[in-house]
């Protein structure tokens, strides 16, 4: 009599299939974390909620029959309605492409000031982690140092010294972009000039807790036998610091850097409600949202719609952040699985 199979065993796989929940043979690290991004569902929505944003604040200023910054003072602040979904303000300016205007200037200052404060942490901390002992602890002791200022008020201090119309700076504007464009030398092209100070301001502090992240990964990497090798090859630092070691330490870094962009631009946004920020006739939704709350008693709306939208900005930044955690560190995913 032949042997009778178990009724609880599980019948061998199918040739050419895999396990359930492994990724396919010869995968990238990059494709497996993509794969689990895709599975976290509050991730993607706000991902797309961010792209939808984006999108908006690019297409609704340009294609909108109003300009952000005509005004009709005779029709003046009315509620929204089918000709002004969104109302308009005081000053009878449609709040709708005033708000994405504002996106615009918004997420610019988020991303480009997370970009200078990626490039500069990334070299600060990855050249102290490498090189460690003498080097590596001056350099991190002027960031513990830099570290005591108050950040905040440290940009306030900035912006109140050195963004002056007719200073320095604002000349040195006015005659590096006024080879491009000839309006910069002119008063009127001073908010612009803000803005801009206020991208370099942001991201030239908002570097050191970056530089401490990227330190501490780099301290892990560097003694590993890739990093030997390279050294045996006769690879230079430069090399070894930016070919080898930052790309291995990629995934900490790219959670950060999303967490980086809703905090400059929650730091825009308070400037902008102090008056610091965004000067009119431009636009971000931190000014929309200090004359929103100037006129909150009789004006409700135009204080509503632009800190509803920064505030589900400003979720789904951190929600995808959290998602890109999760995606990069497969150890963390299979403990929450």
């Given amino acids: 009599m032949s042997a009778q199979p178990n009724a609880g065993a599980k019948p061998p796989p199918r040739v050419g299939s895999l396990p359930e929940g492994e990724p396919a043979r010869g995968a990238t690290l990059a494709s497996d974390a993509w794969r689990r991004l895709r599975k976290n569902r509050t991730a993607t929505a706000s991902a797309v909620v961010l792209l939808a944003l984006l999108v908006a604040s690019i297409l609704v200023p340009m294609v909108s029959s109003y300009r952000y910054d005509a005004t009709d003072l005779a029709l003046g602040a009315v509620p929204p309605s089918w000709a002004h979904w969104m109302g308009t303000d005081a000053m009878g300016r449609d709040l709708l492409v005033r708000l994405f205007f504002g996106g615009r200037i918004s997420f610019a200052v988020g991303l480009v000031a997370t970009v200078i404060s990626f490039t500069i942490g990334c070299s600060w901390g990855a050249t102290a982690g490498y090189f460690g002992k003498t080097v590596d602890a001056v350099m991190m002791r ?33 005659s590096t972009v006024g080879v491009f464009i000839p309006e910069a030398r002119e008063p009127s092209y001073f908010p612009v000039f803000q803005i801009v100070f206020v991208f370099a301001a942001l991201g030239c502090i908002s570097w050191l807790t970056m530089a401490r992240i990227v330190r501490g990964q780099v301290l892990t990497l560097r003694e590993q036998p890739f990093i030997e090798a390279a050294r045996s090859l006769g690879v230079g630092h430069a090399a070894i610091i930016f070919r080898h070691l930052l790309p291995n330490a990629l995934g900490p870094i790219i959670v950060y850097t999303t967490l980086t962009v809703p905090e400059i631009m929650l730091t825009e946004a308070f400037l902008s409600f102090l008056g610091l920020g965004t000067q009119e006739p431009l636009s971000s939704w931190g000014s929309l949202a200090a004359a929103g709350a100037d006129a909150l008693d009789v004006h409700p709306w135009t204080l509503l719609f632009p800190a509803a939208t920064l505030a589900l900005t400003l979720f789904a930044f951190n929600h995808l952040g959290d998602g890109l955690r999760d995606a990069l560190d497969p150890q963390t995913h299979e403990g929450r699985s």
Avoid: E, K, M, S
């Avoid at 002027?142 to 905040?152: Q, R």
């Avoid at 002056?164 to 040195?172: E, F, I, K, S």
């Fill in 142 to 174: 002027i960031v513990d140092v830099l570290y005591t200022f108050p950040f905040l008020i440290l940009v306030i201090v900035l912006q109140v010294f050195f963004a002056n119309q007719g200073g320095v700076l604002h000349r040195a504007f006015g």
